[in-house]
């Protein structure tokens, strides 16, 4: 993977952090005032979910250069 | 037969709603890949200030204009970490000149 490719990568991995997280946020957000009473839980857990999504994401990004990909061939 | 109904319609209005922010959130690629991620965030960040125009005028009031900051994070600590490094492999050669001067200087007392 060249310098720049992994700088592309990286860049790609901040932006979806910041997508997700406000995501998760607003979501969380919106579960705890409809159904949970205006607790924090909802709020926190839908941050954590769309922290975790976003890792998630940066991981298959960063591995994606180095899986293997097969096929499996047809029985004639 | 209105009080058995009402709690019903309460809890469909709830679901309603929060299965309509999710359906949002999943459609304009919100909770997708990476890419799709930042594609949106390009997208929100282009059409931020005509939004912010377009209430600013409603409302009938003028926001004062963001002061430009103009230091880049990535180059001050790209500059750091060049200078770091260059200082660590200079360093043997220059403790060893001082070394050296300092010795010179302490025979040039001793005589």
Redesign the interface.
């Known amino acids: 993977m060249s310098e720049k490719e992994l700088g592309q990568k990286w ?3 901040l ?2 952090c ?3 997280f406000g ?1 998760g946020l ?2 969380g957000i ?2 705890s005032v ?2 949970f009473k205006r607790r924090t839980w909802p709020i926190v857990f839908g941050t954590g979910l769309g922290l975790g ?2 890792y998630s ?2 991981q298959n ?1 960063l591995r994606s250069r180095y899986v293997l990909h097969s096929k499996v061939a047809k029985e004639q | 037969m209105a009080a058995k109904i009402l709690p019903v319609f309460k809890f469909a209005t ?1 679901v309603t ?2 299965g309509g ?2 359906y949002v ?1 999943y459609d304009s690629g ?2 997708g ?3 799709e ?2 594609v ?3 997208r929100a960040k282009a059409a931020i200030p005509p939004a912010v125009e377009e209430w600013m005028k409603y409302f009938g009031f003028e926001l004062h204009a963001t002061p430009k900051i103009e230091f880049s994070p990535l180059d001050a600590w790209n500059s750091g970490v060049q200078k770091s490094i260059h200082a660590l492999s200079v360093t043997p050669s220059t403790v060893s000149d001082y070394t050296k001067q300092g010795l010179q200087y302490v025979k040039d007392l001793t005589k």
Request: proline share 0%; aromatic share 6%; charged share 20%.
């Open positions: 860049d790609r991995c932006a979806d910041a997508v997700k995501t607003g979501l919106v579960f409809v159904f999504m976003a994401n940066c990004d | 709830k709603i929060a922010a999710l959130a919100l909770l890949d990476s890419k991620g930042s949106t965030l390009g």
